[in-house]
């Protein structure tokens, strides 16, 4: 793995770069179906534009919800589910309280 969680055993982590790989996948599918439903009704310099700027934001947006490292992890896991880009059950083999903490928060 890239970035080690400290404090997490190896079991979880291999769960949670599953889950934040699996959230990433979704979300740039979704991305994805939304650019291809906008291009086909592309009809002017304008609408290309404002594809462009969507697309700007887009990549700000996923770049900073997406972010595996230890001192935020709890938080981008609950705004991942959320967002139902992550369900909880996704997270199984998490410490309890892990979960419990990320369930909490994403209800707010």
């Known amino acids: 793995m890239d970035t080690m969680l400290e404090g997490w055993t190896e079991p979880e982590q291999a769960v949670a770069r599953e889950a934040f790989d699996r959230a990433y996948s979704r979300a740039v599918d979704q991305l994805v179906a939304t650019v ?3 291009a086909v009704e592309l009809s002017s310099a304008d609408s290309v534009w404002q594809l462009h700027d969507f697309l700007s934001i887009e990549r700000h947006t996923i ?15 609950a705004s991942l589910v959320k967002e139902s880009l992550l369900q909880i059950d996704e ?3 998490l410490d309890a309280e892990k979960l419990a903490k990320i369930a909490a928060m994403s209800r707010f």
């Open 36 to 38: 291809r439903a906008r």
């Open 63 to 77: 770049e900073g919800r997406f972010d595996f490292r230890l001192d935020g992890i709890l938080f981008v896991f």
């Open 91 to 93: 997270l199984a083999g």
